[in-house]
């Protein structure tokens, strides 16, 4: 009966500490920040869905990321939660401005133009499209172009120079 009782003393203990302790740190923290959220379809150019796994990122006029979604459906992202500014988030955004994205850690195009006037849980549709990511030339490659072009080019001089030889 005693280690019945301590049990649940126990408990109770445990929940007013959580109770209370959980309501003194939320208030320390302030209010939880706000969000909007942005959903839509993410294609190449070659109109290929992107795959799974892929980040897509909004990213606010100042250069700051408020907000990302990891596509688990390909070709759809969303509902991708972008922070509202206020005093505890910087990185958010308000009324009026303007999101652009990223996919993939590649710029995209497409931005959002938010409305003068946003509040928490609003949705907004955009549809992505990303096109291909700048293509490497391997080093051995462009030298052996720039080889070729000096080749070339001895070529064209010394072809020049016979042909004024023989019309002297």
């Known amino acids: 009966m005693k280690l019945r009782a301590q049990v649940v003393w126990s408990v109770i203990s445990i929940c007013l500490v ?3 302790g959980g309501a003194s740190l939320s208030s320390a923290q302030g209010t939880p920040p706000s969000w909007i959220n ?3 379809t993410v294609i190449t150019t070659a109109g ?3 795959p799974v796994g892929t980040l897509v990122e909004a990213i606010t006029p100042s250069g700051g990321v408020c907000g990302a979604f990891t596509v688990a ?7 991708l939660p972008c922070r509202i500014r206020d ?3 910087p990185n958010g955004v308000v009324g009026g401005d303007v999101v652009s994205f990223r996919v993939g850690g590649q ?3 497409a931005t959002l133009s938010l409305p003068t006037v946003i509040s928490m849980g609003d949705r907004f ?4 499209l990303v096109g291909p990511g700048p293509t490497d030339i391997p080093e ?3 030298v052996i172009l720039f080889g070729a072009g000096l080749v070339g080019l001895a070529g064209y001089i010394r072809h020049g120079r016979a042909a004024q030889r023989k019309t002297l």
């Open 125 to 128: 549709s955009v549809d992505l």
């Open 140 to 142: 051995p490659f462009t």
């Open 18 to 20: 959580a109770w209370f």
């Open 87 to 89: 005093a505890s988030t």
């Open 48 to 50: 290929q869905p992107v």
């Open 38 to 40: 942005i959903y839509g």
């Open 107 to 109: 710029p995209v195009l």
């Open 73 to 79: 459906t390909a070709g759809k992202y969303g509902f």
